[in-house]
Structure formats: C-alpha cells, structure tokens
C-alpha cells in the first residue's frame, strides 16, 4: 500500500526529538540524522522566523535513482526511495541529484544513507521514530501494511487534518518538480519562507555540490566514465542477487499460503506442482 505524511512546520518548536529518534532508531552516527531541524528567518525588516522539519520527499519522478550508476537506489513498490546498501559504492553521484539535499555518503561506511521513513519498524507495526516521538503534533503519517498476513494501519495524527487557518503544498518550482510526496503545512508566510530558504535545487546546493568539486574532483582524475562503469560492473551480481532473492521469498510466501488452505483445488494443483519441481531437481 501506499504511505502518506506531512509536516506542519508552524507546530514545530524546534526541540530536534526527531532527530535523536532517527539516530537511535536506525543506529547512525549522533551527527549524521536522516532528518533535521533547520532554523529559517526572513531577510527582510518583519524578521519572520520558523522551523523547518526536513527529511527526504520521496519523490514519484526521483532524480537520484536516474542518478545511481549501480541500481541501488531504487523505488519500492509502495513509493518509498530506498537503497540497497549491498550495490551501493559510495560514488556519491547521487548526492547532488536529489533536489532536497536529503541524502549523504556516511563517513564511517562509505554507503549512501537517507531516509526510508523507517521501513523496518513500519512493517513491525511501528510508525516512523521521527514521527512517534514528536511532542506538538507537527508530523503526520499513514500507511496500511501486511503483517503476516493481516491488514494493519499505522498511524500517527491525520495526514488530511489541517489546522484551521494553515494552508497546504509540495515544495516545488517551476523547473524542478519531482513529484514529492512530502506535504507540508502551515500558516501562510511560514510557508513562503520555507519556499524562499529551502526551494528544491535543480544543481545542486553549496553542501551537496561537494562531490563534484571535491571528490569528484579526485575520481575525476582517473576517469570518471571508468569509475562509473566499474561500479555498474560490480554491482550487476549483486543487483540480480537481490532479483532472486526477492523470487525466492514470494516462492515462499505462495508455499505459506498453500499450507494454510491445502483444500483448495487451485493451490493444490500448485502445490504438486512444487512437489513435482522440486522432485526433479533433485534428480
């Protein structure tokens, strides 16, 4: 099923709890959250300031995974961009591509992190720790899940709920508009601030850029054209390991369900089928 969230950037107080549930929950570096609080204050004479929960859009037309020479960054069946960290070589190309500036290569790894809205603790009936954990209700999240093998909501607030007076919209310009999934809401000149601070970037920002004009610079010197094909070539193994290790469980998973109900003349004729098959492998 597909997820839903959003972020109300005028409920935030800027207590950064989300970002200490990211960190604990996925087991980073204390400095190297998958989402963050920035500051944002107006240049002009009003002085309008707010907080800015910030984490990765998700988007349906995801520059990054165009961007990834390996296919480990991928989108997922319900529309969350993931990453494989088995094909991930740490080329970073990635980096600059993402218009949100949500991804980073991880010092102490060498792999691509960002956000995944915590896949693992959703599939375990747990919503997202950035989402759990937060005290004003800036942050809402949806998402209808199979656990073995029965329908389960996972939620935190009402992503349509809107605040009276608040207003709602994808963070996009006219030239750079991925498809986002991320909402975010707020009064009105909270969000024309957020859109003046934090615009989608369609080259990159001064942060992200740091791949192109620093090691970039050095992969450069060696040929960058050859640096990318060898990590294409050493991820094709891994990337169909990752195709038939995903055959293999939904193999498993029909087997499950034909155990369950062995009585129905349609999955009895499947399962001889999986007794013949595997009669003749052994052959």
Partial sequence: MSFQYRVDISRCIGCKACEVACVTANDLDPSSARNWVPFLESDDAVGN????????????????VEACPTGAS????????????????GCGLCVPACPYEARYV???????????????????????????????GARTFYEVVDIDGVEQEIRVGDVNDVDEAHE??????????????????????????????????????????????????AVGALGVASAVAMGAMIGVRALRDRKERVAR???????????????????????????????????
Avoid at 49 to 64: G, I, K, M, N, R
Avoid at 74 to 89: M, Q, T
Avoid at 108 to 129: F, H, I, T
Avoid at 182 to 207: A, I, N, V
């Fill in 168 to 217: 709602l919209i994808v963070l996009t310009t006219p030239s750079v508009n991925p498809a986002p999934r991320l909402r975010f809401s707020g009064r009105l000149e909270d969000l024309e601030l957020l859109k003046e601070k934090r615009p989608p970037r369609g080259g990159g920002s001064k942060t992200s850029m740091l791949w192109r004009n620093g090691a970039g610079k």
């Fill in 249 to 283: 469980e939904e193999r498993l998973r029909e087997e499950s369900q034909l155990k369950e109900d062995p009585e129905n003349p349609a999955q009895a004729e499947k399962s001889a089928d999986v007794v013949t098959e595997e009669a003749e492998s052994n052959e």
């Fill in 106 to 136: 991880a010092k102490d790894s060498n792999k691509l992190e960002k956000c995944n809205l915590c896949e693992g603790r959703v599939q375990n009936g747990q919503a997202p720790a950035c989402f759990d954990v937060c005290p004003a």
């Fill in 74 to 89: 991928f989108k997922a069946s319900d529309g969350r961009v993931l990453v494989d960290k088995d094909l991930c070589i």
């Fill in 49 to 64: 300031t707010s907080f800015a929960p910030y984490l990765c859009h998700h988007c349906e037309d995801a520059p990054c």
